[in-house]
């Protein structure tokens, strides 16, 4: 059974740094993509980083290229994915994913393409 707990989130100015992190157990890295999704209030959740099977390949929501950076520790079992500089903008709850096979360039981004998700942990970023 796959598991994915998030934690790491809390309140920041912008210009500030979190680092979240999602354990996850019962998936092999190797054959599952996982992701970092976001969702404020009143908007759709939406795809933010992306890591391929085995790590090859990364991918990056066009709003956060360049401050966030999505990586894991397969012997710690752990994803991470670092924020800095955080904008206010970037407020919402963040939701780890997870799904056998890998995504291509056009739809790791879709929440409806995951089977498996945490519970989210909150970040917000006041200015």
């Known amino acids: 059974q796959v598991q994915l707990v998030e934690s790491g989130g809390g309140s920041v100015q912008a210009g500030g740094s979190l680092r979240l992190s999602c354990g996850f157990s019962?998936?092999?890295?190797?054959?599952?993509?996982m992701a970092w999704f976001r969702q404020a209030p009143g908007k759709e959740r939406e795809g933010v980083a992306y890591i391929y099977p085995g790590g090859s390949s990364l991918q990056y929501a066009d709003a956060v290229k360049g401050r966030f950076t999505i990586s894991r520790d397969n012997a710690e079992n752990t994803m991470f994915l670092q924020m800095n500089p955080l904008e206010p903008e970037d407020s919402a709850m963040y939701y780890c994913?997870?799904?056998?096979?890998?995504?291509?360039?056009?739809?790791?981004?879709?929440?409806?393409?995951?089977?498996?998700w945490g519970q989210g942990t909150q970040v917000t970023v006041s200015s």
């Open positions: 994913a997870a799904d056998w096979g890998g995504k291509g360039s056009g739809s790791w981004f879709m929440a409806q393409n995951y089977m498996y």
């Open positions: 019962g998936l092999n890295p190797d054959t599952y993509s």
